[in-house]
Nanobody
């Protein structure tokens, strides 16, 4: 299984970024997928997840009303649209394939830096 995340970068506070993750090696539409992040000196934390069909999404409180997770099962990709970014959103963002709500597979991470 390979998960390739992209789309990170540097942005000023209040700006937007869209992360993408391309998956291969798994029956994509049957896997719940998610985004996690790890800020410097902190543990990795859950950001958002989406069911295999895309019908259900879940968000950490930190991203509710600002972040939107989506997927395209025809292209084996998931995305995370992040709006109204804050400096505390600065982290390495990882996409993950989830099994029983827990990460089974990890991507390599993409760095998001938000300046004040």
């Amino acid at each position: 299984v390979q998960l390739q995340a992209s789309g990170g970068g540097s942005v000023q506070g209040g700006g937007s970024l869209r992360l993408s993750c391309a998956a291969s090696g798994l029956t994509f539409s049957t896997w719940r997928m998610g985004w996690y992040r790890q800020a410097p000196g902190k543990e990795r934390e859950f950001v958002a997840s989406i069911s295999g069909s895309g019908s259900r999404t879940d968000y950490a409180d930190s991203g509710k009303n600002r972040f939107t997770i989506s997927r395209d099962n025809a292209k084996n990709t998931i995305s995370l649209q992040m709006n109204s970014l804050k400096p505390e959103d600065t982290a390495v963002y990882y996409c993950a394939g989830l099994f029983a709500q827990s990460p089974r597979y990890w991507g390599q991470g993409t760095l998001v830096t938000v300046s004040s």
